[in-house]
């Protein structure tokens, strides 16, 4: 069964920090992982998608890696911004299957 | 921009009450999900559909919900008597096919079972 683990669960830096958000999975045979950033009490916005046979994406001040055979993605945040404060989630599929399953988030606070 | 939209933001019920959650996916997509999140928990899947069935559904989809399409715009979520541990915010998505895509998610509506 894929389990999809987030760490840290929380992290709070100083405003221009660079970052690096943390997921990890059990299973490689993933199809594809998605990054989100859920406000409080809010949706999830899609930062990025990265397919299975890709490596990294980009957009922006963000940047997604993949690594199928270690298990793991990261989502670096360069230069952060008090607006960057958010919950992360990553979540991916699997090749048989439709649905996302979602890691618990990390919990990012940038300070001014 | 297109996006997902759920109607109502906020739904407070009785238990044994039955509830009707609404969604208008993005015009395009093929392929629309319901997802869960209990306050403090992950965001959990509960149902996929497509081509006007289901496509997949997880162990907590039971019988008490149930999926429509009534038009060509329109998703809904039936539950069909609540009880208290189905107080969560429930998100609607939508992907415009199965392969190489991303999932466009709703703002939500938060239902709350007392």
């Known amino acids: 069964k894929q389990e999809v683990t987030q760490i840290p669960a929380a992290l709070s830096v100083p405003e221009g920090e660079n970052l690096v958000l943390n997921c990890s999975f059990t299973?490689?045979?993933?199809?594809?992982l998605q990054w989100f950033r859920q406000d409080p009490g809010k949706g999830l916005t899609s930062l990025l998608l990265?397919?299975?046979?890709?490596r990294e994406q980009t957009s922006g001040r963000l940047n997604a890696s993949l690594d199928k055979s270690s298990g793991r993605s990261t989502l670096y945040i360069a230069a952060s911004q008090p607006g960057d404060s958010a919950t992360y989630l990553c979540?991916?599929?699997?090749?048989?299957?439709?649905?996302?399953?979602f890691g618990s988030g990390t919990r990012l606070l940038v300070r001014p | 921009e297109p996006e997902v939209t759920q109607t109502p933001s906020h739904q407070v019920t009785q238990m044994g009450q039955e509830v009707i959650l609404r969604c208008v996916p993005i015009?395009?997509?093929?392929?629309f999900y319901w997802y869960r999140q209990i306050l403090g928990q992950k965001v959990e899947f509960l149902v996929s559909?497509?081509?006007?069935?289901?496509?997949?559904k997880s162990e907590i989809f039971d019988d008490q919900f149930s999926v429509e399409r009534p038009d060509g715009s329109n998703f809904t979520l039936k539950i069909r008597s609540t009880k208290l541990e189905d107080s969560a915010m429930y998100f609607c998505?939508?992907?415009?096919?199965?392969?190489?895509?991303?999932?466009?998610f709703g703002q939500g509506t938060r239902l709350t079972v007392v």
């Open positions: 559909f497509y081509n006007n069935e289901i496509s997949e």
């Open positions: 998505a939508s992907s415009p096919t199965r392969r190489n895509t991303e999932a466009f």
């Open positions: 299973d490689s045979a993933i199809y594809n």
């Open positions: 979540a991916l599929s699997m090749d048989s299957s439709y649905k996302l399953i």
């Open positions: 015009s395009n997509h093929l392929y």
């Open positions: 990265i397919q299975s046979s890709q």
